[in-house]
């Protein structure tokens, strides 16, 4: 039997309602930060009052980029490596976020496109279990 390893811990989580990317907002400027700030980093922000924050589901496609080449470590992807695009995806509730996108074809991939957060392997382990992050998809 695999599990499912966050390839890093408190960044993303999987609710009912779909994935989630675990971030903080300025309650006070409403400033969105990913991953968590103890800080709002605004210069125009008149207090620093910051609260766990959601991210997701939804959002837009803003650019993409092809990986064509394996990247260096400590990325992670199973052999043999096979390109793929790279989104940064407006979400909806205002945090603009970079993440690999799910299609067979890499060059697929239009901007402007409605894309979905999911969470999905990223790579195996030497025993086999999956190494999972966020992703995107469109919808």
Same mark, same amino acid.
């Given at each position: 039997?695999?599990? /499912?390893?966050? =390839? @890093?811990?408190?960044?993303?989580? *999987?609710?009912?309602?779909? @994935?989630?990317?675990?971030?903080?907002?300025?309650?006070?400027?409403?400033?969105? &930060?990913? %991953?968590?700030?103890?800080?709002?980093?605004?210069?125009?922000?008149?207090?620093?009052?910051? *609260?766990?924050?959601?991210?997701?589901?939804?959002?837009?496609?803003?650019?993409? $980029?092809?990986?064509? &080449?394996?990247?260096? @470590?400590? $990325?992670?992807?199973?052999? %043999?490596?096979?390109? &793929?695009?790279?989104?940064?995806?407006?979400?909806?509730?205002?945090? /603009?976020?970079?993440?690999?996108?799910?299609?067979?074809?890499? /060059?697929?991939?239009? =901007?402007? @496109?409605?894309? /979905?957060?999911?969470?999905?392997?990223? $790579?195996?382990? $030497?025993?086999?279990? *999956?190494?999972?992050?966020?992703?995107?998809?469109?919808?």
């Amino acid at each position: 039997m695999t599990n /499912r390893i966050p =390839v @890093a811990k408190n960044l993303f989580t *999987e609710t009912s309602d779909g @994935a989630r990317l675990q971030g903080s907002r300025c309650t006070t400027c409403k400033t969105p &930060y990913f %991953p968590k700030s103890g800080v709002c980093h605004n210069p125009a922000c008149d207090a620093s009052n910051i *609260e766990d924050a959601l991210f997701g589901p939804t959002g837009t496609l803003w650019s993409c $980029a092809i990986q064509d &080449y394996p990247p260096p @470590a400590p $990325a992670k992807f199973d052999q %043999p490596y096979k390109p &793929y695009a790279m989104g940064v995806v407006d979400l909806d509730d205002g945090l /603009r976020v970079l993440g690999r996108m799910i299609g067979d074809d890499p /060059r697929a991939f239009q =901007v402007g @496109a409605r894309v /979905r957060l999911v969470i999905d392997t990223l $790579a195996h382990d $030497a025993e086999g279990n *999956e190494i999972v992050s966020w992703k995107f998809k469109t919808l």
